[in-house]
């Protein structure tokens, strides 16, 4: 019985005229939601040290410069969640349909309405310069987003660390999208002609 083997190579790539390192700008931001940047800044750090291809470098030693874009970020709660008490319209009227006092306002400490998931998109255009020769070499938009569950640690964590408990879910979420994304735009870069081109030999004397 015979049997074959496949494995993939990444020798296709080949880097433009003797490039050798990469300088990766800190996240700009123009969105009113802030989004963690410093996650989506090591993803891409990450992404292009473990390519193989290129070494990170500061931006006045590197042959390529990379900055990221942040914007349109958009956060939304949703399934609100009220199985033990109703909302009840005239919830602020008395007995002859008058608002109440402000004295008169029940003193809550808890809401009876709440929501459980929540969705964060946003958008980061991304653009690669070729420092030496001042060329664009990848200019792209990419769009980020997924739901996580705001209250997903069981049992439910106390009221004082909820709050805590749902940034680190959020976090949680940015770091594995972040980690796609950066895999995303290494592979997008070296799919350009710039990359995929082989560079002349060099001449002889």
């Known amino acids: 019985m015979c049997s074959c083997t496949y494995r993939f190579t990444n020798k296709y790539i080949f880097v433009p005229d003797g490039a ?26 990450q992404a292009f040290a473990s390519s193989g291809h290129l070494t990170l470098a500061s931006p006045n030693k590197a042959d390529l410069f990379l900055q990221a874009h942040v914007k349109n970020a ?75 569950n705001m209250f997903s640690i069981q049992p439910t964590p106390p009221q004082e660390s909820q709050y805590i408990r749902n940034e680190e879910n959020a976090e949680l979420l940015v770091a594995s999208m972040a980690k796609d994304f950066a895999k995303n735009v290494v592979s997008d870069l070296f799919s350009t002609p710039y990359f995929s081109k082989k560079s002349p030999p060099p001449k002889l004397r």
């Not at 390192?21 to 090591?42: E, G, K, N, Q, Y």
């Not at 020769?133 to 987003?145: A, F, I, P, Q, V």
């Open 20 to 45: 050798k390192t990469i300088a990766i700008a800190p996240i700009f931001d123009s969105s009113r939601i802030v989004v963690p940047h410093d996650l989506l800044w090591f993803s891409l750090q």
């Open 74 to 148: 958009v956060s939304a709660e949703y399934e609100s969640d009220a199985s033990s008490t109703l909302p009840d319209p005239n919830m602020f009227l008395d007995d002859t349909g008058k608002p109440f006092a402000p004295t008169d306002y029940v003193d809550l400490h808890a809401a009876d309405n709440f929501s459980k998931r929540e969705r964060l998109n946003f958008t980061v255009l991304i653009e690669v310069w070729d420092l030496r020769n001042k060329t664009l070499m990848l200019r792209k938009e990419y769009t980020l987003g997924s739901n996580f």
